[in-house]
């Protein structure tokens, strides 16, 4: 397990090396300017030089090369540099933002993790019933939806319609500090869009995995042996189904950070992804690269932790990719 935490650990230092450079060149081709980005409609006005003086004070007068040079250097020192559409250190916007990010993704997440394979299980138990024939024609609707249009058709019935729930931001009109009270009600709508992008996904994995499960011969021989059959299928055909959802783990952070990146703009939420967003409108460079090294870094951690967890799932597999 060392030895190939180790090996993913060395083998994500030129990924993301790659991907910070992948990240300068394509803003550095974008057709939008940073310096009129950041002066906004002061730009329309401002002579050429002052507008070039704005942008060597934003170092984005420099070639391509040695802006990502210093990018990297700096941020080795724990200087990310400078926010140019947040006007605040890159570091601060993420410390004040990350939390917000990782608490609507964690809540999503687990609650996509608990529904789906309960779902599952439901489908798996008796397939070709109605209950199966539900919980898949559910999955596929909700697996063909796009998350902003769950998004805007949530905040269209709870919020518009019903009024049971806030339509977005984090606190309500006219607060300015975050209560907990507050932050439950304001969460729920997000969380739970950002959670139905991700359910159909392990619904259909683990009742297909559980499903395969119960045919298998140590299943039968529980059965035969006149095991119950909540023992039966909790026992012995969810802990086999269950392994290829672990590897699922993995490979659904990339889509949950893309759903969230969606799920924060339409609910205003106050995250990394809404950054993100800001960040590459405005052409904004240090946030930009800083944002993208974290969403990588998270779907690395992810694969690995997935790949660990099936390995001491399953022993057979090992550790040694």
Same mark, same amino acid.
């Given at each position: 397990?060392?030895?190939?935490?180790?090996?993913?650990?060395?083998?994500?230092?030129?990924?993301?090396?790659?991907?910070?450079? +992948?990240?300068?060149?394509? +803003?550095?081709?974008?057709?939008?300017?940073?310096?009129?980005?950041?002066?906004?409609?002061?730009?329309?006005?401002? $002579?050429?030089? =002052?507008?070039?003086?704005?942008?060597? =004070?934003?170092?984005?007068?420099?070639?391509?090369?040695?802006? %990502? %040079?210093? %990018?990297?250097?700096?941020?080795?020192?724990?200087?990310?540099?400078?926010?140019?559409?947040?006007?605040?250190?890159? +570091?601060?916007?993420?410390?004040? #933002?990350?939390? %917000? $990010?990782?608490?609507?993704?964690? /809540?999503?997440?687990?609650?996509?993790?608990?529904?789906?394979?309960?779902?599952?299980?439901?489908?798996?138990?008796?397939?070709? $019933?109605?209950?199966?024939?539900?919980? @898949? $024609?559910?999955?596929?609707? &909700?697996?063909?939806?796009?998350?902003?249009? /769950?998004?805007?058709?949530?905040?269209? /019935?709870?919020?518009?319609?019903?009024?049971? &729930?806030?339509?977005?931001?984090? @606190?309500?009109?006219?607060?300015?500090?975050?209560?907990?009270?507050?932050?439950?009600?304001?969460?729920? &709508?997000?969380?739970?869009?950002?959670?139905?992008?991700?359910?159909?996904?392990?619904?259909?994995?683990?009742?297909?995995? *559980?499903?395969?499960?119960?045919?298998?011969?140590?299943? #039968?021989?529980?059965?035969?042996?006149?095991?119950?059959?909540? @023992? *039966?299928?909790?026992?012995?055909?969810?802990?086999?189904?269950?392994?290829?959802?672990?590897?699922?783990?993995?490979?659904?952070?990339?889509?949950?950070?893309?759903?969230?990146?969606? *799920?924060?703009?339409?609910?205003?939420?106050?995250?990394?992804?809404?950054?993100?967003?800001?960040?590459?409108?405005?052409?904004?460079?240090? &946030?930009?690269?800083?944002?993208?090294?974290?969403?990588?870094?998270? *779907?690395?951690?992810? =694969?690995?932790?997935?790949?660990?967890?099936?390995?001491?799932?399953?022993?057979?597999?090992?550790?040694?990719?």
């Amino acid at each position: 397990m060392a030895r190939m935490t180790g090996r993913r650990l060395l083998f994500a230092v030129p990924v993301l090396l790659a991907v910070t450079f +992948a990240v300068f060149a394509v +803003a550095d081709a974008s057709p939008f300017d940073p310096v009129k980005a950041y002066a906004g409609t002061a730009g329309l006005t401002a $002579s050429q030089e =002052n507008l070039d003086q704005l942008r060597a =004070n934003l170092g984005v007068d420099q070639p391509l090369a040695v802006r %990502w %040079w210093e %990018w990297i250097t700096g941020a080795l020192t724990g200087d990310l540099g400078h926010s140019a559409v947040m006007r605040q250190p890159v +570091a601060d916007v993420i410390a004040e #933002r990350i939390g %917000w $990010s990782v608490l609507l993704a964690a /809540l999503a997440f687990v609650v996509a993790v608990l529904a789906g394979t309960t779902l599952g299980v439901l489908a798996a138990r008796r397939r070709g $019933s109605l209950v199966d024939r539900a919980v @898949t $024609s559910l999955a596929y609707t &909700l697996e063909a939806a796009p998350t902003f249009w /769950l998004g805007l058709l949530a905040v269209w /019935l709870f919020a518009l319609q019903l009024g049971w &729930l806030p339509a977005g931001g984090l @606190t309500d009109t006219g607060s300015t500090t975050v209560t907990a009270g507050q932050l439950t009600t304001h969460v729920i &709508l997000p969380a739970a869009v950002l959670a139905a992008s991700q359910l159909p996904w392990f619904a259909l994995y683990v009742r297909q995995g *559980v499903g395969d499960a119960l045919d298998e011969d140590p299943v #039968r021989g529980a059965r035969a042996r006149g095991l119950a059959e909540h @023992t *039966v299928l909790l026992g012995h055909a969810l802990r086999s189904g269950l392994l290829p959802v672990l590897t699922l783990i993995g490979s659904r952070v990339p889509e949950l950070i893309t759903g969230a990146l969606l *799920v924060e703009t339409v609910f205003s939420w106050p995250g990394i992804a809404a950054a993100t967003v800001q960040a590459a409108t405005a052409v904004d460079f240090p &946030l930009l690269a800083a944002t993208t090294v974290l969403a990588t870094a998270a *779907v690395l951690l992810g =694969n690995l932790v997935a790949d660990l967890l099936y390995g001491l799932a399953d022993p057979r597999v090992g550790f040694d990719g």
